[in-house]
């Protein structure tokens, strides 16, 4: 279990983290490409929630790879590499749990939410609120948890910071579609 608290670590795993991040933020542009075809419907909701976890953990997988590159003390632990892969599976299972329990199939793709008669209004997701919560759980645990680092205090933040972004990720996957209607406009001429 040493080869987790290596510091520097092997090559292979910043390497090996830089490369999922790659993967994650490819997928979080697909999600917003869907998103954008999708619009007015829930599932527009949904693919902006999945765009936004996965800049969110592709950001948690780049930090602590391009830290063990340059080298940063502690940030650059294989350890932190790995909690950013746990995190993308775990949020993925998350994702297709959602998809299946709230039926997302076609028939919500065909179906805008706006009201008939009523002015086009747009989606807008609210599954932020519980990301921020649950980036704050996460972000005192995180903190809390490697409370005993040999490395200096402000790396011990930016660990924090990672736990606090994968709560958010985890947060907003865990309520996703949850939106509310935009407020119709009044037209100015």
Avoid: N
Wanted: glycine share 12%; net charge positive.
């Amino acid at each position: 279990m040493e080869w987790l608290f290596s510091d520097p670590p092997p090559i292979a795993w910043p390497i090996a983290g830089l490369t999922v991040s790659g993967l994650v933020l490819a997928a979080a542009l697909t999600a917003r490409w869907r998103a954008a075809r999708l619009e007015g419907t829930v599932l527009e909701v949904f693919w902006r929630d999945v765009a936004t976890m996965g800049r969110t953990l592709a950001g948690v997988m780049a930090a602590p790879s391009l830290a063990a590159i340059v080298p940063i003390e502690g940030l650059g632990q294989p350890l932190w590499i790995v909690v950013g892969a746990a995190a993308v599976v775990v949020a993925a299972a998350l994702l297709l749990i959602r998809w299946r329990s709230q039926e997302l199939g076609k028939a919500t793709r065909q179906a805008p939410v706006t009201p008939t008669g009523a002015p086009q209004r747009r989606l807008i997701s609210t599954g932020w609120e519980i990301g921020m919560l649950g980036a704050g759980g996460a972000g005192l645990l995180t903190y809390l948890v490697s409370a005993g680092h040999a490395f200096g205090h402000p790396i011990h933040w930016l660990i924090a910071a990672l736990g606090l972004f994968i709560g958010y990720a985890f947060g907003i996957g865990a309520v996703t579609p949850r939106f509310t209607l935009e407020s119709p406009s009044a037209r100015r001429t």
